[in-house]
């Protein structure tokens, strides 16, 4: 992730965005300082599909 963030920055990006779902990497996302800004539960059932953001 610091690669691909390092890249927007340099194209002067002003943040990221990344999708995932509840049983995969929100906590990665959380730790290296994303937050969420959309949700959609029971998608697949029992689990939910999170956007995350990031801004530089």
Known sequence: MQKAES???ER???GAYVSTFSFQAPNFYRRIGYEDFGRID???AGHACIWLKKTF
Do not use: E, W
Request: glycine residues 12%.
């Open 42 to 44: 029971g998608f697949p």
């Open 12 to 14: 002067q990006c002003v």
């Open 7 to 9: 890249a927007a920055l």
